[in-house]
């Protein structure tokens, strides 16, 4: 052996050594045996390889263990296949020798890693994308291969320095695209705070190094701050006898960089917010009254606010993540968060799904982890995902505020904020989904396009004849609605589509013209569609109806049509009409205590007409259908649906009756509430009978309940509110 080899050998043995040396004392003699021999293993058949960097290729595996191991908090298993990960693919060890040597467990994970790095090294997104949805389909078989595999690229993320400059930006690249994520959606924000720093430093350089060293060069004031702050803390929490210990925390460079790309500030506005961490220790029976407790010695001695408290004890976040956030203010004027977690709840925050797993072992799982995994594979395995999308909206969601709200039986669900309750059908079951016809919630008829908040019970009504609605694509939000509405509609249109293509054949006869790509492509653009599909479809729904067809006909006959090109008309809506039937004075009909509006048909077996004593009932098929009073049918109605009943009454619209909501957004400012409040309380014939903002990270959302006296009251209403600085959206709920 030459020196350089024993000196390696060394190394090797260190490094192993090091590999276990925290998990030593928890590891059986089983586990332990496992282990060496996947050690002796992976040693063998990487002897001949080097890395990158000129260093024995069998560190790498030791290293993904040991972030496996430490980081992850996995056991003998998931060690043993981190330390074999690479040695199917890179060695001439097969998947049926490590089956015999290792058993089937062990096997499956490592052919899961095998699959995972046999994908296509592609800079291009959609390819990206295709990955990524074959990764997560891995998790099939089981979880940890994605959780090795993260591991995996950690620790090439931090020996990216020895690759070529090419390989850097797409390894880096990815990692923020797919790993990071991934890692944030299994919990592991350690992890992924890890990735996003590393991948920053190879994407964008000189942003990182900048920020690298204004945080070095404010780290001195802020870490002397935070001291100061910790200490007085200390003393109010020692004085209660609560044993814990603090740490002072930092962003990280790359949610710097995010915050000042994003929101559009400078690095001493963004890094001017410290953040605290009290980590107490207690008996699982303190572990929530501890929690308040400590809350509240923090506000008796600092001021909170309010629209920052964060109780995620009551309400885990779906990835399993427990804490109460709170902002006071500290010493000096200056924004402190200071986050509460107890031990238990910290190891958790910080290895994710593992430690998740550890500690509800044993007992009946209805973790958020579980439930997300399924619902992932439902939409991955819909054939009509599009994987762009899929990775665009999985993003969306993972970043998202969550809501938690109940089925009538009181099982929780998590959504994201402003969730409506067509995304809470889907989220039970895309068959659920498909067939609502209405929706109640807290016992109220709703309409589909209600934004849910946490605490709602929500009860969907379904029919068989139902089916999903072109405008609901207008407020889901959360990707299964979406995919699962998207390839609904798909295969309705297509029915539809094929029914209207008939129609036109036979039409198009009738006024002697030939069926023709000429003739079709001259009706495309003339009803100023995009495709032949579209125009198909058009004529099967009827909005393109014998009279515009005939007007095509004849401005095709006299070749002038291209002068009187213009968009036809749409014809007047039911509603219009319907209203206009109706009784001007007792013009509007409204629902519930809150009087509000909602989508009605008036019921034929009694002709009901306004001005009439009337009641809503919320029919399977028809939505809420209006009966009068002494309908024939009203009692047997009460007696046998009373649940399906709902108050109505015709109101004048013009004496104030009108509710109505609004939804704006935009981004935050000082004096901004009171602003839009101003507006709203000076305009004529406007109450506001609700208002509630919510501010955060430099964003605010607000809604705002009215009463007005009549719809366009609102309309002009948004308008002026659209033009505030700082306001981006507004709309109708
Ligand atoms: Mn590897």
């Known amino acids: 052996m030459t020196t350089q080899e024993v000196s390696e050998n060394t190394l090797i043995a260190q490094e192993y050594k090091n590999l276990l040396r925290n998990t030593y004392l928890l590891l059986s003699t089983e586990d332990k045996k496992l282990i060496r021999k996947a050690f002796e293993t992976a040693v063998d058949a990487h002897k001949n390889q080097r890395r990158k960097s000129g260093e024995p290729y069998i560190l790498h595996p030791i290293a993904v263990a040991q972030i496996v191991a430490d980081q992850i908090g996995l056991g003998a298993t998931s060690i043993a296949a981190a330390l074999l990960h690479d040695v199917v693919e890179d060695t001439a060890l097969t998947l049926d020798d490590i089956t015999l040597m290792f058993g089937e467990t062990v096997a499956k994970i490592v052919d899961g890693l095998t699959k995972i790095s046999k994908l296509s090294k592609d800079k291009r997104v959609s390819v990206q994308a295709e990955n990524f949805k074959k990764m997560l389909l891995t998790m099939n078989d089981d979880v940890r291969v994605i959780l090795i595999k993260i591991a995996d690229r950690l620790h090439n993320m931090r020996t990216l320095e020895a690759m070529p400059e090419e390989k850097q930006v797409r390894i880096a690249s ?18 992924k705070t890890q990735l996003e720093d590393l991948a920053l430093k190879y994407t964008e350089p000189e942003v990182y190094m900048d920020i690298e060293q204004k945080i070095k060069d404010s780290k001195e004031v802020g870490l002397k701050y935070i001291d100061n702050f910790t200490k007085e803390l200390q003393s109010h929490l020692t004085k209660e006898r609560i044993k814990f210990k603090t740490e002072g925390r930092f962003k990280s460079i790359f949610s710097i960089r ?15 917010r410290f953040a605290v961490r009290i980590i107490y220790n207690c008996t699982p029976k303190q572990e929530k009254f501890l929690a308040w407790k400590i809350y509240s010695i923090v506000t008796d001695h600092y001021q909170p606010n309010p629209m920052r408290l964060r109780d995620w004890i009551s309400s885990p976040k779906s990835t399993g993540y427990e804490a109460l956030h709170i902002t006071v203010v500290g010493p000096g004027g200056k924004w402190v968060e200071v986050q509460i977690r107890s031990e238990r709840m910290h190891e958790i925050a910080e290895k994710g799904y593992a430690a998740h797993f550890k500690y509800k ?16 594979r439902e939409v991955l395995e819909s054939q009509d995902t599009d994987a762009v999308d899929f990775v665009k909206e999985f993003k969306l969601n993972l970043y998202a505020n969550e809501i938690f709200v109940f089925t009538p039986n009181g099982d929780l669900k998590s959504l994201p904020k402003g969730a409506s309750p067509i ?11 498909e067939k609502t016809r209405g929706v109640r919630v807290n016992g109220k008829i709703v309409p589909l396009n209600h934004t849910l908040n946490s605490g709602d019970q929500v009860e969907i009504i379904t029919s068989e004849t139902a089916k999903p609605n072109a405008n609901w694509l207008d407020f889901v939000i959360t990707s299964k609605a979406r995919s699962s509405i998207r390839s609904a509609l798909r295969i309705e249109e297509r029915k539809t589509a094929d029914e209207g293509k008939e129609l036109l054949r036979r039409k198009l006869r009738q006024m002697k013209f030939k069926f023709n790509d000429r003739i079709i492509n001259a009706m495309v653009s003339y009803f100023k569609l995009k495709t032949s599909l579209d125009l198909y479809y058009r004529i099967g729904i009827g909005s393109i109806d014998n009279k515009m067809l005939k007007k095509f006909a004849s401005e095709e006959n006299n070749r002038f049509y291209q002068f009187f090109r213009r968009r036809p008309s749409d014809k007047p809506k039911n509603s219009e009409l319907e209203n206009s039937q109706i009784s001007s004075f007792y013009d509007m009909l409204v629902f ?14 009694c002709n009901p007409i306004a001005g009439d004593d009337v009641f809503g009932f919320v029919s399977i098929n028809d939505g809420i259908k209006i009966h009068k009073n002494e309908c024939p049918n009203a009692i047997s109605l009460h007696s046998n649906y009373g649940y399906r009943i709902v108050s109505a009454k015709w109101v004048d619209s013009s004496k104030g009756f009108f509710t109505g909501n609004i939804r704006l957004s935009g981004i935050d400012r000082l004096g901004l509430v009171n602003e839009v409040t101003h507006l709203i309380s000076n305009a004529h014939n406007v109450d506001i009978s609700q208002i509630n903002f919510d501010s955060e990270n430099g964003t605010f959302t607000g809604k ?9 009251t609102l309309d002009v209403l948004i308008k002026k509110l659209e033009k505030v600085s700082g306001i981006d959206k507004v709309v109708r709920d």
């Open 423 to 433: 995304d809470f059908a889907f989220s039970i079951h895309s068959e659920v989904g």
């Open 592 to 605: 519930g205590k809150n009087q509000e509006n909602l989508d009605y048909t008036l019921s034929p077996c």
């Open 704 to 712: 705002i309940k009215l009463h007005v006296k009549r719809a366009s």
């Open 361 to 376: 072992q044993g007992k009946k799982d209805e973790g958020g982890m579980e439930l997300w995994l399924n619902r992932l």
């Open 174 to 191: 990815e990692t923020l695209y797919i790993y990071a994520p991934l890692s944030h959606r299994i919990g592991m924000y350690n992890i």
């Open 258 to 272: 995010n915050k000042m790309q994003f929101k559009n500030k400078k690095f001493d506005e963004v890094f001017d």
